[in-house]
């Protein structure tokens, strides 16, 4: 079984540009979420999707953070612009009518 | 909402003994404690987990405990060996799917 897939895996930019993570998750899981993981912590969550609904974006700063989860498979997470404090790897996970989650390699993001 | 503590932040072990990583979490509805086991670079990996139900879980050499009145549980690993140096995560949610995960255990296996 594939596991969650994420791309680019490593995003360098300069501050006040815009970025994007992608993230397809593992097949017929429903629920995908997208966490921020800074150095030495644990992840975080930012969001979280039931197939096409964001059903808690409590924590997604919503001045400059976006996402969305089309036809309900695909995600995509949005910064514009980016900020230094942004830097940071971008985790997704799915997870099937459990609360178990799966994790992708994450995209490690620089803003300079 | 939910906060996890996670002791020791680092911790040595010599290969062949135990190695023992504590988690307490404050929310007394939380149900559900996973742990997750992330090598450098690479993705967060859930190694075990255990709902509220069960006071103990035991996969091979690795073990979790549950304590519900003092809202704390642990990893065990017996008999380390190299390949389980990594930084450990644990996590609690209470059945909104919402994990909230700890700072994370350092585990460096000397060999």
């Known amino acids: 079984e594939a596991g969650v897939v994420q791309s680019p895996r490593y995003k360098i930019i300069e501050k006040k540009q815009p970025v994007a993570f992608w993230c397809n998750p593992i097949?017929?899981?429903?629920?995908l979420y997208w966490y921020r993981q800074n150095l030495g912590q644990g992840p975080e969550l930012l969001i979280r999707?039931?197939?096409?609904?964001?059903?808690?974006d409590s924590q997604l700063p919503k001045d400059r953070f976006s996402a969305e989860r089309l036809k309900g498979v695909d995600s995509t997470l949005k910064i514009q612009p980016a900020e230094l404090g942004d830097s940071a790897v971008y985790l997704c996970?799915?997870?099937?009518?459990?609360?178990?989650?799966?994790f992708g390699p994450g995209t490690r993001l620089t803003v300079l | 909402g939910e906060n996890v503590e996670q002791h020791p932040s680092t911790l040595s072990v010599q290969e062949g003994d135990s190695a023992v990583i504590k988690c307490t979490y404050s929310?007394?509805?939380?149900?559900?404690f996973p742990w997750y086991k992330q090598e450098l670079g690479k993705r967060p990996q859930l190694i075990i987990d255990?709902?509220?139900?069960?006071g103990e879980k035991k996969d091979q050499r690795i073990a979790v405990t549950l304590n519900k009145t003092a809202k704390h549980f642990s990893l065990h690993i017996t008999e380390t060996q190299p390949e389980d140096s990594a930084v450990y995560f644990c996590?609690?949610?209470?059945?909104?799917?919402?994990?909230?995960f700890g700072a994370g255990t350092t585990v460096t296996v000397r060999a």
């Open positions: 996970a799915s997870s099937p009518e459990t609360d178990t989650q799966y």
């Open positions: 097949s017929g899981h429903n629920t």
């Open positions: 999707y039931e197939n096409e609904e964001a059903v808690d």
């Open positions: 929310d007394s509805a939380s149900n559900y």
């Open positions: 255990i709902r509220s139900n069960v």
């Open positions: 996590a609690a949610s209470r059945n909104d799917y919402k994990l909230s």
